[in-house]
């Protein structure tokens, strides 16, 4: 089975990476035969800005851009989709926005069109979130700021598509400099993505 891990943070350094790392991790650690591949949005320079040709694309007037080909072609290769990135005033940042904005096309990831229903067109992606909030969770459950985004993002954005959002986790930053406890975590999330693959029944008994 194969993941792509998307992550969208300027800084290699950053924690968001480090939890991209660690999902990574738990992937290829429950199964041999799993792989992955992560997408550095900002290391990749990836453009977000919706442009004159993502117009034209959603009109289906002209073909997807190369580079928004370019990932739908990583996704389509993927068994599941894991997005790792930190909140930004309560939501995704704008480079992993318009990565979806961009992307997620008409066409490709939904067929839209004014004299015919809604057709999804990614029932078969399995979608796995991983938020990294620096508040801590009295502030997110106080003014419903969690719930907010799994509105907007898991059903607003997902189940438009017909993806199924299996994972809809935020990892809070930890009051000390220990983050060993949320890095863990995020290696379990990993390990949770794909079934943990069984040894054959011949192999057992040898």
């Not at 096309?105 to 999804?120: P, R, S, V």
């Not at 799994?150 to 809070?172: M, N, P, W």
Request: with cysteine.
């Amino acid at each position: 089975m194969h993941a792509l891990i998307v992550v969208a943070h300027p800084v290699p350094t950053s924690l968001s990476h480090s939890v991209a790392a660690q999902v990574a991790q738990g992937v290829t650690l429950s199964s041999p035969g799993n792989s992955i591949e992560i997408a550095d949005l900002a290391a990749e320079a990836f453009d977000p800005r919706f442009n004159a040709a993502d117009i034209a694309l959603y009109h289906r007037e002209a073909a997807a851009p190369a580079d928004v080909a370019t990932e739908q072609a990583r996704i389509d290769r993927a068994d599941a989709l894991v997005l790792v990135y930190p909140v930004y005033w309560w939501s995704m940042p704008g480079l992993l926005k318009g990565w979806i904005d961009r992307v997620f096309a008409n066409g490709w990831a939904y067929d839209e069109a004014t004299d015919i229903k809604l057709t999804k067109k990614l029932q078969h992606l399995k979608v796995h979130l991983v938020a990294v909030g620096g508040a801590n969770m009295r502030t997110y459950a106080r003014h419903g700021y969690f719930g907010a985004m799994r509105t907007q993002i898991d059903h607003g954005i997902f189940d438009y598509c017909g993806a199924k959002v299996v994972t809809s986790e935020l990892l809070l930053t930890p009051e000390t400099s220990d983050t060993s406890e949320l890095l863990d975590a995020a290696r379990g999330i990993g390990g949770r993505i794909f079934p943990p693959c069984r040894e054959p029944e011949a192999a057992r008994a040898a």
